[in-house]
């Protein structure tokens, strides 16, 4: 037999879609298929571009890193990546003086007082680490 498409003798065979008989060879066959079907529908579907990076940490961060991956460092990494982006998850000194800001006016505080305080507030920042604050409102009484 000969492909009908391209005229070569390897690996021809014949089959119908719907009502036509079809010659084709073996890499005409591909091209069909290729052209029908998408080949990356086939298997997991793609999270986006794979690049290699090489990266340099202390010791104690690669044990962190390994810790955390449970045997999967790319999808530790792609969760700490969406972490890092999303709004809602970011440390920011600013949205904390929002917050205190806007308890001090539902408070009813006077415009001199919020000042007082967020000047307070602000100075912490340099002093004490995030991890300290926390620590320390969780085991404050309110």
Known sequence: MVCMSCESTN???????????????VD??????????????????????????????????????EEQAKGNRSKLLRRLINQEQSPESRWDNNACLGYALLGAKAL??????????????YNQFDIISVTEAKEKYNKSPF
């Open 11 to 25: 690996d021809v065979i014949d089959f119908y879609i719907e009502d036509e008989k079809i010659i084709l060879c």
């Open 28 to 65: 005409c066959r591909v091209k069909l298929w290729t052209s029908k079907t998408s080949v990356k529908s086939a298997g997991r579907p793609s999270l986006g571009k794979t690049k290699k990076v090489s990266l340099t940490l202390p010791e104690e961060d690669w044990e962190w890193i």
């Open 108 to 121: 009813g505080y006077r415009e001199e007082d919020i000042k007082v305080l967020t000047r307070a507030i």
